[in-house]
C-alpha cells in the first residue's frame, strides 16, 4: 500500500481521482490545497490532514506519491518540487502551458528518478488501440486524414465552475481542458507534427466575458504527410466520439459503439465496410498503470514524452488562434 497525497482540488477530476486512489488499495494521508476552505472540506470528506503548506506535504516522510490536481498554471512549480523531493508524480493534464516549462518538469522527473504518469484515459481505449493496430498493420495504405472530436456543453449549460474560465490558471478555455483528448490521440496515433493552424472563438457570456474559448477546431499536419482535424467544444449537448481514420487503401470509422472499417478485401462484400466487433483488450486506468510501475516495475505507459507532446501541440494551438496564422512546429 502506498501513502498518496492529493495536491489541490481545483481541477473537476480530482474528486475521482481520489476515489480511484482508495479503490486501488492505498491511503491519502494528507490534502494539501492552496484554498483553505476547499482543502479543509475535502480533507475531512477523505478523512484526512490537511495542509496549507506544500514544502511540509513534501518533506513528509510517509509519503510515497502526489497525485497533481492544481491550476495548469501551477504545475511547473509544484511537480518539480515534488520530484526534487523524491515523490512519484500522477498529473492531470495538460502537463504544462508551454514546451518549455514540460521540458523543465521532465529534468526533474529524471533527474530525481521519480515514477510519472499523466492522465491521458483515451489512450486505453479498446478503440484507439484498435486504430494503432491497423495504422501499423499497413492495411489502411498510406494514412493522409484523420478527424478527432470530443465535446461536451460544460458552457452552455452551465456546470462547468466559474474558475475553469479563468485563462491565468486553466492557461486557456476548451482546447486546454476537454480538447486534450483528441489532441493526444491524434499525436499518439499519427506521430511527430509538423504545422498547426487553429481557430476558436466564444459563443456563451461566461466565455465571452473571461475571454476563454468554448468552441475549438484545429488543422494539424503531421509529418507523415497526415493531416488531422481535432475538434472540442464546451457548447455541444449531444457530440459522439468522432473518429475516422482514412488512408489510401482503406478507412476506418468509429463512434461509440459503432466501428466500421474499409479495406480492399472488405470492399468485396456488400457496401465495402464490416463492423468491427473483436477489438484489443483495454488497457488498465492510467492511475493503475503508475501504480503498477512503482510498485511492480512496470513499465511506465504514459509517460513524460507523452506529456511534453502534447504541451507541444497545445502552446502552438494557442499561438496559431492568437496570431491567426499557421505555425510551424520545430
Known amino acids: 500500500m502506498l501513502n498518496v497525497a492529493m495536491l489541490s482540488k481545483w481541477h473537476v477530476h480530482a474528486g475521482g481521482y481520489a476515489n480511484e486512489v482508495k479503490k486501488l488499495g492505498h491511503n491519502i494521508p494528507v490534502v494539501w490545497d492552496e484554498d483553505e476552505n476547499r482543502g479543509k472540506d475535502w480533507a475531512k470528506e477523505l478523512g484526512c490532514d490537511y495542509e496549507n503548506d506544500l514544502a511540509k506535504v513534501l518533506a513528509r516522510s510517509d509519503i510515497d506519491a502526489v497525485v497533481v490536481d492544481t491550476e495548469t498554471s501551477k504545475h511547473r512549480d509544484v511537480m518539480i518540487a515534488a520530484a526534487n523531493a523524491k515523490k512519484h508524480i500522477f498529473t492531470e493534464k495538460t502537463l504544462a502551458a ?65 474558475y475553469w474560465y479563468i485563462e491565468k490558471d486553466a492557461c486557456g478555455g476548451a482546447m486546454m481542458d476537454l480538447g486534450c483528448h483528441p489532441m493526444y490521440v491524434a499525436n499518439y496515433l499519427l506521430g511527430d507534427p509538423a504545422r498547426i493552424t487553429s481557430m476558436y472563438n466564444a459563443t456563451q457570456k461566461k466565455s465571452i466575458d473571461y475571454g476563454i474559448e468554448d468552441n475549438a477546431i484545429n488543422l494539424i499536419e503531421f509529418k507523415n504527410k497526415a493531416i488531422a482535424m481535432v475538434e472540442t467544444s464546451f457548447v455541444t449537448p449531444v457530440s459522439p466520439w468522432a473518429f475516422e481514420i482514412y488512408g489510401t487503401e482503406g478507412m476506418f470509422l468509429g ?3 459503432n466501428i466500421r472499417l474499409s479495406t480492399p478485401e472488405t470492399r468485396k462484400l456488400r457496401d465495402g465496410f464490416i463492423e468491427v466487433t473483436k477489438l484489443p483488450k483495454s488497457l ?36 496559431s488562434h492568437k496570431t491567426g496564422t499557421t505555425v510551424t512546429i520545430k
Open 98 to 162: 508551454t514546451k518549455k516549462e514540460a521540458l523543465e518538469i521532465a529534468k526533474a522527473v529524471e533527474k530525481n528518478k521519480v515514477i510519472f504518469t499523466i492522465s491521458m484515459p483515451q489512450r486505453t481505449s479498446p478503440v484507439v488501440l484498435y486504430a494503432k493496430q491497423i495504422i501499423e498493420s499497413g492495411v489502411l495504405g498510406q494514412v493522409n486524414t484523420a478527424r478527432f472530436r470530443n465535446a461536451h456543453n460544460g458552457a452552455s449549460g452551465d456546470w462547468l465552475p466559474d
Open 284 to 319: 488498465p486506468s492510467p492511475m493503475q498503470t503508475w501504480f503498477n510501475a512503482i510498485e511492480k516495475g512496470d513499465s511506465v505507459v504514459f509517460d513524460i514524452k507523452a506529456g511534453i507532446g502534447l504541451s507541444e501541440l497545445l502552446e502552438n494551438a494557442y499561438i
Open 255 to 257: 463512434s461509440d459503439n
